[in-house]
């Protein structure tokens, strides 16, 4: 029993240890490729602020990479192709000639370093008389080489079965770090060894982009439309997602970002948080109804997560919440007093590129920026985050915990205490892609022991969204830290101070499928 005791904890001991190498790892290999990144979008951001980037925009590549000493890549050529391409995204378009719709494309000419097969041959391999590998392949992709056997990959289909067969684990498979990190196998790659994404499986979840260590898969931005409706006549409001706080230290504060934004050029901002306060109301209602009819709902804030259901598990689809996400019902709030206002949501975040994009619902936020492209819209106007007092607040701390997993239910059950409507109801806060698609298919073959799944696609919820600033972990002092300062109001009385008869919390269902 002790050994047991031991062991377990060594384990436990060890797994740690390999999380935070990973980490630690992952932080130095994106170090390069963010900032390539990052100074594309200040690039173009500051471009289209001075309304030049049409004349200066084929000046870039060479402006960055001078050459004649390449910096990352094999040449300085192939380097000012990627850059070319990256500005396209910057722009809102697809880095190539085919554009399929979807806001994350692959970038061709970045893509390319990583190996074709999946499946090879160690050092390991002792060339044995017994042949496992070979007698094992049922597509004659291997044979007996010299010293050691060989894996011809165009006859191989990745099966696995030589890996299996092998008695010395000499067959390593080298999983593609965006083909292993994408939840529902929509990447493959071509025959040049290039990634395709498949628009139909994509759920937009953006995990793809981070994981690549060449930078080869990038979203479209929308910084360039943002930067005109700043400079129209146009009212311009941001909505900040409630991942935001702690992302940055505790000393950035809602307040750092308001006073920061409104000097960007936006009219005003409002935290999202307050959107999830109005989603809990709606919510709730939704829940209860369901429950007394003894049927089980999905949440709908997560656009990742309901892309899921509607790409992978169609049949599910009338089990979605019709309650509109924060980022929509913020919306809905400002154009139903300020009819012609633009709303942009800035948050960590890929996935709600697509929720305006693909969904499109009536009201929603017009356009979707990530902390990165904010950022560089911030550098193009010499603007930086400054410390500022926690004293700017319009959502409840539940609709400020709605950027955690299991954050909408603490907040929906919040709700149903303070208005007398407590039920003994079960829900599956499904914490990341895994456990979204383990509690969908339950619900699918009718096995769900719970009333209600919570589907958070990112781990840790949206604070652990394919763009945030800095790792879960590494924010989670700060955020607790700020979150405690916040007021105690709750989720009813601060609901009363806005006028919830002036838009709808629904999605309409035309809109629902569209």
């Given amino acids: 029993m002790a050994d047991s005791v031991i062991l377990n904890t060594v384990s436990h001991m060890l797994f740690t240890m390999y999380l935070r190498e990973e980490r630690r790892i992952r932080m130095y290999a994106d170090e390069n490729v963010i900032?390539?990144?990052?100074?594309?979008?200040?690039?173009?951001?500051?471009?289209?602020f001075a309304g030049d980037l049409e004349e200066t925009r084929d000046h870039i590549p060479m402006d960055m990479i001078p050459g004649p000493t390449p910096q990352f890549r094999c040449c300085v050529y192939k380097e000012r192709e990627i850059i070319r391409q990256r500005i396209r995204l910057a722009e809102g378009k697809a880095p190539g000639a085919t554009d399929d719709g979807n806001v994350i494309q692959v970038i061709s000419s970045a893509c390319e370093d990583c190996p074709i097969s999946s499946y090879v041959v160690t050092d390991n391999c002792q060339n044995c008389l017994g042949k496992a590998c070979i007698n094992a392949c049922n597509f004659g992709a291997i044979s007996a080489g010299e010293g050691r056997s060989h894996i011809d990959p165009n006859k191989c289909k990745e099966c696995g079965k030589c890996a299996a067969a092998c008695p010395f684990n000499a067959i390593a498979h080298l999983k593609r770090p965006c083909?292993?990190?994408?939840?529902?196998?929509?990447?493959?790659?071509?025959?040049?060894?290039?990634?395709?994404?498949?628009?139909?499986?994509?759920?937009?979840?953006?995990?793809c982009i981070h994981k690549c260590p060449f930078g080869a898969i990038g979203s479209k931005t929308a910084i360039v439309d943002v930067?005109?409706?700043?400079?129209?006549?146009?009212?311009?409001?941001?909505i900040?997602?409630?991942?935001?706080?702690?992302q940055f230290g505790e000393d950035?504060?809602?307040?750092?970002?308001?006073?920061?934004?409104?000097?960007?050029?936006?009219?005003?901002?409002?935290?999202?948080?307050?959107?999830?306060?109005?989603?809990?109301?709606?919510?709730?209602?939704?829940?209860?109804?369901?429950?007394?009819?003894?049927e089980k709902k999905t949440t709908s804030c997560c656009p990742g997560f309901v892309n899921m259901i509607r790409k992978h598990?169609?049949?599910?689809?009338?089990?979605?919440?019709?309650?509109?996400?924060?980022?929509?019902?913020?919306?809905?709030?400002?154009?139903?007093?300020?009819?012609?206002?633009?709303?942009v949501f800035i948050g960590p975040c890929v996935a709600k590129k697509s929720e305006v994009k693909d969904q499109q619902i009536e009201g929603n936020a017009d356009f979707v920026l990530t902390y990165s492209e904010i950022r560089a819209m911030m550098r193009a106007k010499e603007i930086k985050l400054e410390p500022k007092a926690n004293t700017y607040q319009e959502a409840s701390v539940y609709g400020k915990r709605y950027g955690n997993s299991g954050g909408v239910t603490d907040s929906v059950l919040q709700y149903m205490k303070e208005t007398d409507q407590e039920v003994d109801a079960?829900?599956?806060?499904?914490?990341?892609?895994?456990?979204?698609?383990?509690?969908?298919?339950?619900?699918?073959?009718?096995?769900?022991?719970?009333?209600?799944?919570?589907?958070?696609?990112?781990?840790?919820g949206c604070v652990g969204g394919p763009s945030r600033f800095q790792e879960v972990q590494a924010s989670k002092k700060s955020r607790d830290t700020l979150l405690s300062q916040a007021d105690d109001r709750n989720i009813v009385d601060n609901l009363k101070r806005y006028d919830m008869s002036a838009f709808s919390m629904h999605r309409e269902h035309a809109e629902e499928h569209a």
């Fill in 35 to 48: 900032r390539i990144k990052h100074d594309v979008l200040y690039e173009v951001a500051k471009h289209a």
């Fill in 313 to 343: 598990y169609p049949e599910l689809a009338d089990k979605i919440s019709t309650t509109i996400s924060p980022m929509c019902a913020i919306s809905r709030l400002i154009k139903a007093t300020h009819k012609d206002a633009v709303t």
């Fill in 227 to 238: 930067i005109k409706a700043i400079q129209s006549d146009k009212e311009v409001y941001a």
């Fill in 179 to 207: 083909k292993f990190s994408c939840p529902v196998n929509a990447i493959t790659y071509n025959e040049q060894g290039i990634s395709v994404i498949n628009e139909e499986k994509c759920i937009r979840c953006g995990q």
């Fill in 240 to 246: 900040l997602a409630p991942a935001t706080e702690g």
């Fill in 426 to 460: 079960k829900v599956c806060k499904a914490n990341g892609a895994a456990e979204c698609k383990k509690a969908l298919l339950l619900m699918k073959v009718g096995r769900l022991p719970e009333d209600f799944i919570e589907g958070m696609a990112c781990e840790g």
């Fill in 252 to 294: 950035i504060t809602m307040e750092s970002w308001k006073e920061a934004l409104k000097a960007v050029g936006f009219k005003d901002m409002i935290e999202a948080g307050l959107g999830g306060d109005m989603t809990t109301c709606s919510e709730a209602e939704e829940w209860l109804e369901a429950y007394k009819a003894g």
